[in-house]
Nanobody
Framework: QVQLVESGGGSVQAGGSLRLSCEASGDPYSSDCMGWFRQAPGKEREGVAASHMGGSSTYYADSVKGRFTISRDTAKNTVHLQMNSLKPEDTAVYFC????????????????WGQGTQVTVSS
């Protein structure tokens, strides 16, 4: 079992930055992959960024490449999402997720989920 607790959401104007954090506790072998997903009102949940432990491989949605950066602190079992140049279309509830395994692509099912944190970007 893995428990995930997100922090760092909030409101910001377009062009601004936010940093999300997610701390994992429990079985460390079940969080080889940690990632961020988001869900906007009326839309399906989508993958944003994901990273394998040690940062050996990272994945980004095309819509956030060059603006968002995912990083992991393996000593603290924490993953961060630095979001720069935010746009109104980035407004969503952001969820931290974790899974075991070597491939962290969004196409694979993530087993553990946090409660979500709201990010609102105003124009």
């Amino acid at each position: 079992q893995v428990q995930l607790v997100e922090s760092g959401g909030g409101s910001v104007q377009a062009g601004g930055s936010l940093r999300l954090s997610c701390e994992a506790s429990g079985d460390p072998y079940s969080s080889d992959c940690m990632g961020w997903f988001r869900q906007a009102p009326g839309k399906e949940r989508e993958g944003v960024a994901a990273s394998h432990m040690g940062g050996s491989s990272t994945y980004y949605a095309d819509s956030v490449k060059g603006r968002f950066t995912i990083s992991r602190d393996t000593a603290k079992n924490t993953v961060h999402l630095q979001m720069n140049s935010l746009k109104p279309e980035d407004t969503a509830v952001y969820f931290c997720a974790a899974k075991s395994g070597a491939i962290c692509s969004f196409r694979y099912k993530y087993k553990y989920w946090g409660q979500g944190t709201q990010v609102t970007v105003s124009s």
